[in-house]
């Protein structure tokens, strides 16, 4: 199964910023990609993400701080995170779909959709 690989995570102190990036150069066709997030002890929660037709959409908690964009070309997604919080931190995962129209599913995560990469973890210091 392909799956899309992330890149990006780090440490920073709150109020900086970090760039995510997911390559998903095997996928023929994207309908949606998208981030998602957990922290210890909480549920998967959506963060933002991208249909093909390119609209967005972003979790009420991210919004106007978190950027998602998407290199077509190259099937690469990015999340530009500014003025970040402590309460942003938390492992951060790409999740991909291919296969089926994720219109209603855009930062659903237990869409069983989506194709899955490793995580990569964002720690905010305050």
């Known amino acids: 199964q392909v799956r899309p690989v992330e890149s990006g995570g780090g440490s920073v102190q709150a109020g900086g910023s970090l760039r995510l990036s997911c390559a998903a150069a095997?996928?023929?066709?994207?309908?949606?990609m998208g981030w998602f997030r957990q922290a210890p002890g909480k549920e998967r929660e959506g963060v933002a993400s991208?249909?093909?037709?390119?609209?967005?959409s972003y979790a009420d908690s991210v919004k106007g701080r978190f950027a998602i964009s998407k290199d077509n070309a190259k099937n690469i997604l990015y999340l530009q995170m500014n003025n970040l919080k402590p309460e942003d931190s938390a492992m951060y995962y790409c999740a991909a779909e291919g296969g089926e129209d994720c219109t209603d599913y855009r930062l659903t995560p237990d869409w069983l959709g989506w194709s899955w990469g490793q995580g990569t973890q964002v720690t905010v210091s305050s």
């Open positions: 095997l996928y023929s066709h994207l309908y949606c």
């Open positions: 991208v249909h093909s037709d390119g609209t967005t």
